[in-house]
């Protein structure tokens, strides 16, 4: 089983609105769509197109979290979260008639000491019913910024592989602890590095160091350039076919969500590179977050070129 982390959950409000938006007046909105939010939710719903068997879990709170969980249900996700007094927190993303998106992230309630103790505790337990654990995205305050790393430390112990996916304080703290894999996108290379990442070279120059201080699968993804990862059986690249990109956000979870499958089949790493790029590159073919196509993903498979470069 793979079981995804997200300690940052929400219920992801899309408003449409007719016009553009305009600050100070009243705006109708058209239509209104609820999902369940947080870049692990994502990561589990691509898990479960991919046809494996995941298991969601995380802190959720109030009315809200409630929400989330029955969304998940409905979608067939299994879930089990630490419920928290403060409410899971809502995102609103405005679509508006000029084609531009407008995003409120509420910052989330922060999650005490207990139930941060809980948490470790749930995590503990399911920790024996699964081979892979997936972690992505932000936590709320009030966990340490080394919570990730507390969590590869426990999954390492019990011989499970810690997928890494976050930013900022997280990663530089989580990497710490030498996950199993991690994703960093060119923006989150410059955060490991402390400055801009100019070149390739010097992507996968940072990723090798990354490597070399004890993290097993090093993938670095490149948007429509597709992806590299560096790791024990060499350096490869994958590029995906050209493709109709209606709506990127989220391709990165879908890429950890399809390697999460593919390490749980014991898939290679050309296989499994391969059919990340082929999921990933699929999801950006639709609106939906977290979602592809069986069939775009069997084209995009086709016609992903892996190569070996080192
Ligand atoms: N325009 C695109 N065309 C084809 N494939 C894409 C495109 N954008 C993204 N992908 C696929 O998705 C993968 C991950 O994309 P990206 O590098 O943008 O991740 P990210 O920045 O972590 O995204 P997010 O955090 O929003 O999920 C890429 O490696 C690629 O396979
Ligand atoms: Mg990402």
């Not at 249900?73 to 928290?84: L, Q, R, S, W, Y």
């Not at 407008?102 to 000491?113: I, Q, R, S, Y």
């Not at 103790?117 to 009030?142: D, I, N, Q, W, Y």
């Not at 993804?221 to 990862?229: N, W």
């Amino acid at each position: 089983m793979i079981l995804t982390v997200t300690l940052n959950v929400a219920v992801d409000k899309a408003y449409v609105i007719e016009g553009p938006l305009q600050a100070g007046e009243v705006m109708r909105v058209k239509t209104c769509s609820n999902t369940a939010g947080g870049k692990g939710l994502n990561v589990s719903k691509v898990i479960g197109l991919c046809g494996e068997e995941v298991l969601a879990t995380g802190f959720t709170g109030g009315f809200n979290g409630a929400y989330v969980e029955k969304l998940l249900t409905e979608k067939g996700i299994p879930n089990e979260f630490v419920h928290v007094k403060g409410e899971t927190r809502s995102c609103i993303n405005i679509l508006d008639g000029d084609g531009k998106s407008t995003e409120f992230l509420e910052p989330g309630a922060p999650v005490t000491a207990e139930e941060e103790a809980a948490f470790l505790r749930k995590f503990e337990t399911l920790l024996p019913k699964c081979s892979v654990v997936t972690m992505s995205g932000s936590a709320p305050k009030g966990l340490p910024a080394d919570i990730y790393g507390k969590l590869i430390a426990m999954g390492k112990k019990a011989g499970v592989k810690m997928i890494l996916d976050t930013s900022g304080q997280y990663l530089i703290e989580g990497v710490k602890a030498k996950p199993f894999l991690i994703k960093p996108n060119h923006d989150e290379i410059a955060q490991l590095l402390g400055r801009p990442a100019e070149t390739m070279e010097e992507m996968l120059e940072s990723a090798k160091e990354l490597h070399r201080s004890g993290i097993p699968y090093v993938v670095i993804s490149l948007g429509a350039d597709g992806a590299a990862v560096v790791c024990g059986e060499g350096v490869y690249t994958a590029r995906p076919p050209k493709i109709q990109a209606v709506n990127t956000v989220g391709c990165g979870d879908s890429m950890v969500g399809a390697m999460a499958a593919a390490l749980e089949r014991g898939y290679g790493v050309e296989e499994m590179l391969r059919y990340a790029v082929a999921v990933s590159s699929a999801n950006a073919m639709n609106l939906e977050t977290g979602y592809f196509r069986q069939e775009d993903m069997e084209e995009n498979l086709k016609q992903v070129i892996v190569e070996k470069i080192g």
